[in-house]
């Protein structure tokens, strides 16, 4: 079983900047993608950004630019750096571990923190 806690949401001026921190714990496969997701009031749940164990990168077009996502194998840690925020980046956000067991996928996900961005 793995569990996923976030740390590092809050309150933040428009402009600003915020880092979010997601610990894993439990097994991990070799092959994993971990990143990040928002689900804003009235809205669905959304990528923000991903990374896989091999490094590469996927972000949504809305933060291209303003955010960066990284990762720590050895602390089984992902991260987002999110800079230049916009009232529009408020949401719960959440982590996500996606192990690769082809052809089986297990999906895990974090209870979420609170990201406010006020104007």
């Known amino acids: 079983q793995v569990q996923l806690v976030e740390s590092g949401g809050g309150l933040v001026q428009a402009g600003g900047s915020l880092g979010l921190s997601c610990a894993a714990s439990?097994?991990?496969?070799?092959?994993?993608?971990m990143g990040w997701y928002r689900q804003a009031p009235g809205k669905q749940r959304e990528l923000v950004a991903t990374?896989?164990?091999?490094?590469?990168?996927n972000y949504a077009d809305s933060v291209k630019g303003r955010f960066t996502i990284s990762r720590d194998n050895a602390k089984k840690s992902v991260y987002l750096q999110m800079n230049s925020l916009k009232p529009e980046d408020t949401a719960v956000y959440y982590c996500?571990?996606?192990?690769?067991?082809?052809?089986?996928?297990?999906?895990?996900w974090g209870q979420g923190t609170q990201v406010t961005v006020s104007s």
């Open positions: 996500h571990l996606e192990n690769v067991g082809l052809p089986l996928r297990y999906a895990y």
């Open positions: 439990g097994t991990i496969f070799s092959s994993n993608a």
């Open positions: 990374i896989t164990s091999g490094y590469s990168t």
